[in-house]
């Protein structure tokens, strides 16, 4: 990136699909910052995510969410990992809009579970969103969630079988080519 100020990249997704590796990945690329949106709701909240949820529930997390990403899509020169279900409020909808480029990147159901369940830090920092858990909370999550994600999308990237810094550098590529 150029040392002029440019609008945040954000990267939506579900869990599980890679959003702040790559993040963390695309901004050492573009040579800026980069911000986790879940991290900063814990660090702000004083709690894990899951806390929240359990003293407070899903309800405050998500006011906390979206009062971070409305600062965050302020930013210049940054990268955002947002969680996955930030894009569901109107206003955060809208606030992505404002950014340079809004990247979906996707994986299966079945993928996505394999890797939360190869995640040792799933149980404490991410509760269940249905009663269900597993993979039939993925099962339903993802069909509510992906036209969402594909409505707010400036383009997708699928994340299967690609490694973190090749996700990244597709980005990269797909962001120089729409400039």
């Not at 940054?78 to 909808?93: C, K």
């Not at 009663?131 to 509510?144: P, Q, S, V």
Request: with cysteine; net charge negative; proline share 3%.
């Amino acid at each position: 990136m150029t040392n002029e100020a440019i609008k945040p990249i954000a990267i939506i997704g579900y869990r599980g699909t890679g959003k702040t590796t790559v993040a963390r990945l695309l901004a050492i690329r573009l040579g800026c910052d980069w911000v986790d949106a879940d991290i900063e709701v814990e660090l702000r909240a004083g709690k894990s995510i899951a806390a929240i949820f359990a003293n407070e529930g899903e309800h405050r997390f998500r006011e906390l969410e979206a009062e971070i990403v409305a600062q965050l899509c302020d930013q210049t020169n940054t990268v955002l990992a947002l969680g996955g279900g930030a894009v569901l409020r109107e206003n955060t909808r809208n606030r992505l809009a404002r950014c340079r480029a809004v990247v979906w990147l996707r994986a299966s159901a079945e993928v996505i579970a394999e890797r939360l369940a190869a995640d040792e830090s799933t149980p404490e920092r991410r509760p269940n969103l249905t009663n269900h858990g597993g993979r039939t909370e993925i099962d339903r999550l993802l069909a509510e969630r992906e036209p969402i994600y594909r409505s707010c999308a400036t383009f997708e990237v699928d994340t299967e079988g690609k490694q973190p810094a090749e996700i990244a550098e597709e980005i990269a590529t797909a962001i120089g080519s729409a400039d």
